[in-house]
Structure formats: structure tokens, C-alpha cells
């Protein structure tokens, strides 16, 4: 015998379509963001959605005037939603607060999920704020004409769908803390001259 061969299913790949998922999302909130004061508790099955759909649905129903979003990374697709929302006149402001492990691809010449160095131009195009820090947490910030959306989440902005828990509410008392932390941190990081 000159060698063994082996025939097996190739593992399937897991297409993600954000368009699906935020008709998914809309359906079991009951086309229907929180009340003020209201805190909605959820759990993805097999990453049926995430967080790129909370900030698309609200997007929908609202005009963003402000969006902060604290994130591991940003995915290609993630971006190119939140570029059609901005290009709509649905996402006003933004500011992002990602993992530095995100800019460590390009060192480690991770070409293929090079997702940092599109995203800072991307934000540059549009005048967003990117602030770069070792950062793991996961919150997303939505503030519109009159109601102040908070995600609590262990889901990224990137593409990678997993069983994830989100904690989606919307109280301006919640808002105002979380606000007040990234803008005392977007201080300190100018400061320190590593923006």
C-alpha cells in the first residue's frame, strides 16, 4: 500500500444574513423597542442574531442621533451595515471603543480577517470616533430624539455566531453612566497619546 485515503464531509459553514436576522429580532421583541424604563432579557439560540441587529432594528423604528459601541472588534459586514445606516441618515454620530487585539492582527499578519485596517478608514470616511484599548466589554449605546437604548451583551460587532445573552433596555439614568465612563476614558486615552 502506498498510502491511506480518507473521504469525510467538509464542515458546513454557517452563513450569517444580517437582513434575516433583524426580521428574526423584530419578531420576538413583537415589532416593539422598550418602553422607557423597560429592560427586555434574551438569549440567541446558535447566534440566530446579534448585536449589529439591536443597532440596525432601532435604526429602523428611529433616527440614531449618537451611537457608542464598546466591542472585541468590528467585522466586515458589521461596518458595511453601519456605513448604510449612516449613507441613509439613520446613524448620526458615532463612536467606537474596540479590542486591541483587533489592530494585533496586522502585526501578526492575519490577512485574512484584516478587519482593523478597513474599519479605521471607514471611520475615518465618516467621522467616527475609534478609540483602540485593551477592551473586552460589550456595550452599545443608542441614544435618539427621545429615548436612550442600552445593550448589555457578550456578543461582538463582528461575525461570529455563538449562543449570546443580551440585556436591551432603555433608560437615560443607565445611558448617562455608561456615557459619562467612555467619554472619561476617550479623555484619558487623548491624553496618553494613544488614540
Known amino acids: 500500500m502506498e498510502g491511506l485515503i480518507s473521504r469525510v464531509k467538509s464542515k458546513k459553514k454557517k452563513f450569517f444574513q444580517i437582513s434575516k436576522s433583524i426580521i428574526n ?16 432579557k434574551l438569549i440567541s439560540f ?57 489592530k494585533e492582527d496586522i502585526k501578526q499578519k492575519i490577512k485574512k480577517y484584516d478587519y482593523y485596517t478597513n474599519f479605521l478608514q471607514v471611520c475615518g470616511n465618516n467621522n467616527w470616533d475609534l478609540v483602540v484599548i485593551n477592551n473586552h466589554s460589550k456595550t452599545i ?8 437604548y442600552v445593550l448589555e451583551t457578550s456578543s461582538n460587532l ?6 449570546e ?20 476614558l476617550k479623555t484619558r486615552i487623548r491624553i496618553l497619546g494613544n488614540r
Open 141 to 148: 449605546l443608542m441614544q435618539t430624539e427621545y429615548n436612550y
Open 46 to 102: 446558535d447566534g440566530s442574531f446579534s448585536s449589529i441587529e439591536f443597532i440596525s432594528l432601532v435604526a429602523m423604528k428611529e433616527t440614531i442621533i449618537e451611537l457608542t459601541a464598546s466591542t472585541l472588534r468590528v467585522g466586515g459586514k458589521q461596518a458595511e451595515t453601519l456605513v448604510a445606516l449612516n449613507d441613509a441618515g439613520k446613524l448620526l454620530k458615532a463612536s467606537f471603543y474596540i479590542g486591541s487585539i483587533m
Open 158 to 163: 463582528n461575525e461570529n455566531p455563538k449562543i
Open 165 to 184: 445573552q443580551y440585556s436591551f433596555e432603555n433608560n437615560k439614568e443607565l445611558y448617562d453612566f455608561y456615557y459619562k465612563f467612555f467619554d472619561i
Open 25 to 40: 429580532l423584530d419578531a420576538i421583541l413583537n415589532q416593539c423597542l422598550p418602553d422607557k424604563d423597560e429592560c427586555i
